[in-house]
T-cell receptor, first 111, second 113 residues
Framework: KQEVTQIPAALSVPEGENLVLNCSFTDSAIYNLQWFRQDPGKGLTSLLLIQSSQREQTSGRLNASLDKSSGRSTLYIAASQPGDSATYLCAVRPGSEKLVFGKGTKLTVNP | GAGVSQSPSNKVTEKGKDVELRCDPISGHTALYWYRQRLGQGLEFLIYFQGNSAPDKSGLPSDRFSAERTGESVSTLTIQRTQQEDSAVYLC???????????FGSGTRLTVV
């Protein structure tokens, strides 16, 4: 059974810091991995999607890496801003089956 | 529209009443998921539709919950005899091919009083 773990559960940093959020999964047989952002009381916004054959994806200040063999992904946020404060969720897609989510990392960026 | 649309955005209902939540997926998306998120909790899988295949209902918490989808169009999630523990945000997502990832709607916030 695929399980997804996100560490840390919560993170508080001063504005301007670079930071890394971690995601690990137990079964390396995944189709792709997706990072989402969720603001309080809102739905999920897709940030980055990495296919199983890819090593990383970049969008602006965000960079996500994937090491499928070791079951790990990281989300790197450069020069963090207060507007980055949100919960970040990692989800893996095992083939055509349902997405499996981690419990998320709650990020607070302090001005 | 270009995104996944859910309605209503907010619903307050009395305990014991039935409610129906609607999800309009992106046109052409064959896969559709329903998730539930209680306050301060993670996402809880409810049900998954993939094309014309039999839906994966393994996440439905009780027989008070049911969902329908006709073809690759609108889906409705019905909760009968609502209980206070049903209060949550109900999120819908859709996808075309696996390589394109999933797009989520903004959710329906259900409050049972």
């Amino acid at each position: 059974k695929q399980e997804v773990t996100q560490i840390p559960a919560a993170l508080s940093v001063p504005e301007g810091e670079n930071l890394v959020l971690n995601c690990s999964f137990t079964d390396s047989a995944i189709y792709n991995l997706q990072w989402f952002r969720q603001d309080p009381g809102k739905g999920l916004t897709s940030l980055l999607l990495i296919q199983s054959s890819q090593r990383e994806q970049t969008s602006g200040r965000l960079n996500a890496s994937l090491d499928k063999s070791s079951g790990r992904s990281t989300l790197y946020i450069a020069a963090s801003q207060p507007g980055d404060s949100a919960t970040y969720l990692c989800a893996v897609r095992p083939g055509s089956e349902k997405l499996v989510f981690g419990k998320g990392t709650k990020l607070t960026v302090n001005p | 529209g270009a995104g996944v649309s859910q309605s209503p955005s907010n619903k307050v209902t009395e305990k014991g009443k039935d409610v129906e939540l609607r999800c309009d997926p992106i046109s052409g998306h064959t896969a559709l998921y329903w998730y539930r998120q209680r306050l301060g909790q993670g996402l809880e899988f409810l049900i998954y539709f993939q094309g014309n295949s039999a839906p994966d209902k393994s996440g439905l918490p009780s027989d008070r919950f049911s969902a329908e989808r006709t073809g690759e169009s609108v889906s409705t999630l019905t909760i009968q005899r609502t209980q206070q523990e049903d209060s949550a945000v109900y999120l819908c997502a859709s996808s075309s091919r696996p390589i394109y990832g999933y797009t989520f709607g903004s959710g329906t916030r259900l409050t049972v009083v």
